[in-house]
């Protein structure tokens, strides 16, 4: 049995992955501050499963907040950190680029600090794909240049790698680097498109499309990330960075049709203009992955929409 902290517990990831560790009898440090990005009542209940088992506790802090983040880990000493706490997506970032450095850089930097110097095993920490910025060099492996990225959501990532890598070197703290590929799946966050494309087509909205439909994403399902993450909380690294992505790319209109043809309902589509921060193309390289970690992404896209659309059609709202 581990003793693993998971930031960001409440949140998408973090619940299914607190989920997986309670499972198979590790003990769970959840920490959120359940801010309002999006509403706190359903990161409440996505955690409402882990906190049925007497080996979870959750703590009700801000990453921001150095002190609390230190005296957590004082006091539950955790063996592994997965560090998944972040302000998320591109877009919203374009709108308040401090807020995004003040919670992903130096919230980030308060959890290095505290790996540093209560000295867990290791630190897994969630990085994404958009690091790769407007690179046409596709699929994309990790040691591609990531030197440009394109929105501060992007930059703020990229800088969490590169604080992880000195911290590495210089402290000895061994850090996992995982970029992340647009993750969905059941209980994925109500801003993405594959949740707000399935609430428009079922309750017959319009749905909107940001340019010509041809955009591609390699869309990852929840199982397939949860499984990586578990892999690396096992094996720890020195200094490593993964894409867990499905290789594989669905264009937008695609999508679109897919969620239609799962729902039983037309999509009406209402055209917007390509968005700022906005890439072309996303498109992971998985052999790093494949071969360091064993890592195997299996669902389909077809299969991982329909269990989506299942789950939010047993949703209100």
Partial sequence: MKRILITGAAGFIGSHLSEALLARGDRVIGLDDFNTFYDPGIKRRNLAPSQKNDRFILYDRDICDEAGVRMVFEREQPEVVVHLAARAGVRPSLKDPNLYHRVNVIGSQHILDACR???????????SSSVYGGNKDVPFKES????????????TKRMNELQAHVYSHIYGVHVTMLRFFTVYGPRQRPDMAIHKFTKAILNGDPVPMFGDGTMQRDYTYIDDIIDGVVRCV?????????????????SLRELIDLIAKHTGKPARIDPQPNQPGDVEITFAD????????????????????????????????
């Fill in 144 to 155: 591609n240049p990531v030197i440009r990225p394109i929105s501060p959501y992007a930059a």
């Fill in 286 to 317: 998985i052999d790093h992955a494949r071969a360091q970690l064993g890592y195997n992404p299996a669902m389909t896209m077809d299969e991982g929409i329909r269990r989506f659309v299942e789950w939010r059609r047993s949703q209100t709202g």
């Fill in 234 to 250: 096992d094996r720890p690294f020195l200094y490593e960075i993964f894409n867990l992505g499905e290789h594989h790319t669905t």
């Fill in 117 to 127: 110097d209560f000295k867990p095993s290791h630190l897994v920490f969630a990085s």
